[in-house]
Nanobody
Framework: QVQFVESGGGLVQPGGSLRLSCVAS????????MDWYRQAPGKQRELVAS???????NNADSVKGRFTIPRDNAKNTLTLQMNSLEAEDTAVYYC????????WGQGTQVTVSS
């Protein structure tokens, strides 16, 4: 059974940083390209950042230069390091494989506000 458990969200002021984690189980983590998504209130879920099995990364234009997406295959863990946070980054953040599995985690809430 595939499971994703996201954590690390919280309330942060504009310009601050947060580090999100996603622990995956039920899959051979190192076999998969992985994605971080986010969903803001009233909006569709959007792809934020991706990392391939070999470690090549790609970020959405809205987060380029601010977010990085390291992975630790030994710990089945995907990370999203978020710097220079903006109010527009407020959302629930999720991880999944690429292509995505049908099951999603509960996500972790990120709120950027002064």
């Amino acid at each position: 059974q595939v499971q994703f458990v996201e954590s690390g969200g919280g309330l942060v002021q504009p310009g601050g940083s947060l580090r999100l984690s996603c622990v995956a189980s039920g899959i051979i983590f190192s076999y998969y390209d992985m994605d971080w998504y986010r969903q803001a209130p009233g909006k569709q879920r959007e792809l934020v950042a991706s990392i391939t099995r070999s470690g090549r990364t790609n970020n959405a234009d809205s987060v380029k230069g601010r977010f990085t997406i390291p992975r630790d295959n030994a710990k089945n863990t995907l990370t999203l390091q978020m710097n220079s946070l903006e109010a527009e980054d407020t959302a629930v953040y999720y991880c999944n494989t690429k292509p995505s599995k049908t099951s999603w985690g509960q996500g972790t809430q990120v709120t950027v506000s002064s």
